[in-house]
């Protein structure tokens, strides 16, 4: 059952995530923002010491070390921009112990990679230190692993990555560590029902709920930031399948990020809904897709419609290399994704059953991806 309003959602929190977005951390000249941050810090201590565990996701590092490197952005080459991470992250960390400090909160810096989330021990050792971070009521400070990150994805044989932007990675976190709310803090008010750039009697939406589609979100303008508003609408989207609420808001606005955690109408809110078990989760975001299965308007409407399982006979074709048990992306005729799923043979025999010479293995899998391993995307 959807709750009625914030105040009631927001009553009794117990874990938060909150992702500063680079244009909240940085200021005009491509510096810290540092009387931004400070303003920031307050709220966030509060609610530490009211018992709600906080984690912070922080963009903004490369941005950082590119103004103190003096690089132009974008940064075109990948060394100049783990570069420029490795001397920003140490700037930024610098910054939030001080205005933490300044509130009786310590902080502790958790840097995170695609492959961290793939391989289930590397994620379960980072579970743990952010659990034992905010048991000694420290706040854990993550951001993406920018300095070797873009190195180790090349190594990696993905179809697409875990995430690409702190917005799904603090999505990923607060699904995984079971948060009740993920607040996205960035340079706009919130989620506008037109693109308020191009349209000036754009309104801003204070409650989305299960409805996504139709929205004009712009993309993010070139520079320091990777992502945009589409990236917090998909963020959010994740959030709140896991069970989690999520609200998009200014990160400018200093009454903002107060008047959010005290269940005002502030920024856009995505009530949480039912939440996808911990299989399912893993499958729709918790690590790459490590191919790409084409299907037929027949299959996807049977996936939609009947629920059924992914056979054969619907798959027009299969690419990318993986073993059974991988992960792999289900997308339509036009190239939109249809879901993900966890599939029953290798890439090899996948392309064989789909050619019509199904593998002798096959014969104890009458389907390649079984519909208990399947999550779709909201049509």
């Not at 492959?115 to 230190?129: A, E, H, K, M, S």
């Not at 589609?213 to 990777?226: A, D, I, L, Q, V």
């Not at 995505?270 to 893993?282: I, S, T």
Request: charged letters at 20%; a negative charge; proline letters at 4%.
């Amino acid at each position: 059952m959807q709750p009625t309003s914030r105040e009631t959602a927001f009553t009794d929190l117990r874990r938060v995530v909150i992702k500063l977005g680079t244009r909240v951390v940085s200021d005009a000249s491509g510096g810290m923002a540092t009387m931004r941050l400070s303003v920031l810090a307050a709220p966030i201590a509060e609610l530490v010491s009211r018992g709600v565990e906080v984690l912070l996701v922080s963009s903004g590092a490369v941005g950082l070390g590119a103004h103190t490197l003096d690089l132009a952005l974008p940064i075109r080459s990948i060394a100049d921009r783990q570069a420029a991470a490795a001397v920003g992250q140490t700037q930024m960390m610098a910054t939030y112990s001080e205005e933490f400090g300044a509130h009786g909160l310590g902080v502790g810096q958790v840097l995170v990679a695609t492959g961290d989330f793939d391989d289930r021990t590397r994620y379960l050792n980072i579970r743990n230190t952010l659990l034992r971070l905010l048991r000694h009521g420290v706040l854990p400070i993550i951001n993406e692993n920018d300095a070797v990150s873009i190195a180790e994805l090349k190594d990696l044989d993905v179809h697409t990555p875990v995430f690409g932007d702190n917005d799904k990675l603090s999505a990923i976190l607060a699904s995984k560590l079971g948060a009740d709310l993920l607040i996205l803090l960035t340079d706009v008010s919130g989620l506008y029902d037109r693109n308020p750039m191009k349209h000036g009697d754009a309104h801003i939406l204070h409650r989305v709920d299960e409805d996504w589609s139709g929205f004009e979100t712009s993309e993010h303008k070139p520079g320091m930031s990777r992502g945009g508003m589409k990236t917090k609408v998909d963020a959010a989207r994740i959030a709140v399948r896991s069970g989690c609420h999520a609200v998009i808001a200014s990160g400018l606005d200093p009454e903002a990020l107060p008047a959010v955690l005290n269940g005002a109408l502030e920024g856009t809110w995505f009530p949480a809904q039912e939440g996808l078990n911990a299989r399912r989760r893993w499958i729709a975001w918790g690590t790459p897709a490590r191919g790409n299965l084409v299907l037929d308007a027949g299959a996807v409407n049977a996936l939609r419609e009947r629920g059924a399982s992914l056979l054969a006979a619907g798959v027009q074709s299969v690419t990318g290399t993986f073993e059974r048990g991988a992960v792999v992306e289900l997308t339509d005729t036009t190239g939109d994704v249809v879901g993900r799923g966890m599939i029953s043979c290798d890439a090899e025999a996948a392309r064989a059953w789909v050619a019509g010479n199904p593998p002798a293995a096959a014969r104890n899998h009458h389907a390649l991806v079984h519909r208990d391993h399947l999550v779709l995307e909201p049509v």
